[in-house]
C-alpha cells in the first residue's frame, strides 16, 4: 500500500478512471455524472468526462428505468457500462430492468448473452435524509440469482472491488456507503482488484466470528481491540462480496470459533443475516458453542428526526453486547 491516503468518493473515482483508460467499451452514465452539471451529487465521477469525453461519461435525464435499461441494452451490444442510480432507494424505480433482464438474460440465452454490467448506488442512515433517501438494500438483490452484489469497508477495497466489478462479465450492484464517503484509509497501488466472491480475514481470533461488510467493519475492528484486553478474542470476517458469499471462509471461522455473531447496518428482519445464521446452523448444527446471533437496524423506515435515526441503526453497544452473550 502508499502511504499516501485517499477517501471513498476518491477511491470509487480511481476505479473507474482506470477501468476507463484500460477499456475502450467501459462508459458511464447517471444523473448529473459530467462535469458539466457538477461531477455527480458528491462529486465521486468529477474530472472523467473532462478526461474521456461526453461521449463515455454522459449525464443522462433524471429516469432511473430509462439509465437501468440503456445501460443493459449497451452491456448486451458489447459495452461495459457503469450506471450510476444515484441513491439506494431508487433502485426500486428499476427493479424490471434489473431483476428481469440484467440478472435473467445469460440464463435465458442459455449462456450466449452476458452483461457486462456495474450499477453503482450510495445511501446509509445517519446523516438526517429521511426514509427514502438512506435504505440499505441489499438483501433485495442478494436474493437474485446472476447479481453479484458488493461493497467495501475501506477505500483501497472500494477501489479494488469496483474495478473488479466493471471487468466482470456479469452485473454487479456496487454499494457505496455515502456517510463514509469523505473518511480517509492507505492508498491502494495502480491496478488493485480484488477478486469476487472471497472473504477477507481482518482479523484472526478464537473466541467468536464477527461476521460484516460495509461500514459496520470499521467499528467492529475497534470494539476487537477494546474485548482483546478483556480477554475477548474476535475473529473478523469481511464479506466483501454479499452475493456470492463465500460460505468456505465463513464456515470456517465459525466451526474453529464455535459462536458466530452477523453485523449489517440494514433493517434486521429477512436481511442478510438471516441467510448467513440459517447457513451456520444447517451446517454446523450440534458443534456451536452458543446460539448464532444477529444485529442490525430496526424494523421500520430510517427516521428523519437525529434522535429517532440514532435509536433506528446498529450501534457500537448492541454489538458489543451481542458479542458478550455469544462468548458468556
Known sequence: MSTNTITFAEASNLAMDEALAADDSVILLGEDIADREGGGVAKVTAGLSTKYGAHRVRSTPISEQAIAGAAVGAAIAGMRPVAEIMLANFLSVAMDQIVNHAAKIRFMSGGQTGVPLTIRTMSGAGMGSGGQHSDMPEAWFAHVPGLKVVTGSSPAEVKGLLLSCILDDDPCIFIETMPM??????????????????????????????????????????????LAGEGISVEIIDLRTI???DKDT????????????VVHEAVEQFGVGAQISAMIAEELHGTLRAPVRRVGSRNCPVPFSKPLEQAFMYSDDRIEDAIRKAVQ
Open 181 to 226: 464517503y469523505w473518511d480517509r484509509g492507505p492508498a491502494p497501488e495502480p491496478g488493485l482488484r480484488i477478486p469476487l466472491g472471497k472473504a477477507n480475514v481482518v482479523r484472526s481470533g478464537n473466541d467468536v466470528s464477527v461476521i460484516s461488510y460495509g461500514r459496520p467493519v470499521v467499528q467492529i475492528r475497534a470494539l476487537a481491540v477494546k
Open 243 to 245: 452475493s456470492p458469499i
Open 250 to 261: 465463513v464456515l470456517g471461522s465459525v466451526a474453529k470459533t464455535g459462536r458466530g455473531v
